[in-house]
């Protein structure tokens, strides 16, 4: 009778597969470079080597800012956007109590 093993690496490769074929496996091994480089930094600098260490860190940080800017953009909008209204806001209320004006 055969036993019913895990097989790690024959899911991993389905799972590469099914990445390559939805196309997102390039942009998910960019991130994950850049979140190595980044931590590659960090360690660096934990392990004295500040002048690398904070390179790294420079150079991952961008190309983490760059592999998230699909996000970074909206977020950074809807930051604006709240800001003007609440500063809208804090205006009217403000100089109908005499403060403003």
């Given amino acids: 009778m055969r036993s019913m093993k895990l097989n790690i690496p024959a899911i991993v ?54 592999k998230l800017s699909w996000l970074i953009g909206p977020l950074l909008g809807i930051i604006l956007i709240a800001a003007g209204i609440v500063w809208i806001t804090g205006k009217s209320s403000n100089s109908r109590r005499g403060f403003g004006g």
């Fill in 13 to 66: 490769l389905v799972v590469l597969g099914v990445l390559i074929l939805f196309g997102k496996l390039g942009s998910f091994v960019g991130f994950l470079f850049a979140v190595a480089i980044f931590a590659l930094g960090y360690y660096g600098i934990k392990t004295g080597k500040t002048f690398l260490g904070w390179l790294l860190m420079i150079v991952g940080g961008s190309m983490l800012l760059a």
